[in-house]
């Protein structure tokens, strides 16, 4: 089975800065999608941005952007320019591109980021 | 475009009563599922669906029960609700035709067994 590990349980960094939240997952298929999502106090699961196994290139999204490294399974958030409003809890998941497996998503536990001024 | 639409919002139950939570989505999509979200745990997938009439379950399907006789329902059942039921739910819908698009979430329903 995969696992999604968040080793940082919290974060905190200044607005106007930047700062990378950790992620590293265990699999064995060569074929997946790896995803973050923002939680903020509403509640609301946001997804910030997404990355294809299959695809060399990071994922940026705006301020978003991912240091996605196949071959050590790590798949860290980088967030620049921080602003207030990104304060919130982030959450690293994982999914299998193999058919059958019904868009399963696995969770991290989750990094709380603060922002602060 | 409403999305992903679950009710209620909040929901306090006693011990061994039970409570169906309700989800709706009017995307069309075929696949829908709920996690619960506990601290320190992230979100764990409870059950999920592929289509209207079928239902499997997930990591933790114990203590819930699912039916999906529509493509835009999806109640997530408690039969006898415990206090290790306390949790955030949140129902989740994606495009099955679509492998790589996202789930979209719903707002979460946030229960208290005591």
């Known amino acids: 089975a995969q696992t999604v590990t968040q080793s940082q349980p919290e974060m905190s960094v200044q607005e106007a800065e930047t700062v990378t939240l950790s992620c590293t997952y265990d699999t064995s298929e060569s074929d997946y999608y790896l995803f973050w999502y923002k939680q903020p106090p509403s509640r609301q699961m946001i997804l910030v941005i997404r990355q294809e196994a299959y695809k060399q290139q990071n994922a940026t999204e705006n301020r978003f952007s991912v240091n996605f490294q196949k071959a050590a399974k790590s798949f860290s958030l980088k967030i620049s320019d921080s602003q207030l409003g990104d304060a919130a809890m982030y959450f690293c998941?994982?999914?299998?591109?193999?058919?059958?497996?019904?868009?399963?998503?696995?969770f991290g536990t989750g990094t709380r980021l603060q922002v602060t001024l | 475009n409403a999305g992903v639409t679950q009710t209620p919002k909040f929901q306090v139950l006693k011990t061994g009563q039970s409570m169906t939570l309700q989800c709706a989505q009017d995307m069309n999509h075929e696949y829908m599922s709920w996690y619960r979200q506990d601290p320190g745990m992230g979100l764990r997938l409870i059950h999920y669906?592929?289509?209207?009439?079928?239902?499997d379950q997930g990591e933790v399907p114990n203590g819930y029960n699912v039916s999906r006789s529509t493509t835009e329902d999806f109640p997530l059942r408690l039969l006898s609700a415990a206090p290790s039921q306390t949790s955030v739910y949140f129902c989740?819908?994606?495009?099955?035709?679509?492998?790589?698009?996202?789930?979209?979430f719903g707002n979460g329903t946030r229960l208290t067994v005591t």
């Open positions: 998941a994982y999914r299998s591109a193999r058919t059958g497996t019904a868009s399963k998503l696995t």
């Open positions: 669906s592929v289509g209207a009439g079928i239902t």
């Open positions: 989740a819908s994606k495009n099955g035709g679509q492998f790589n698009s996202p789930l979209h």
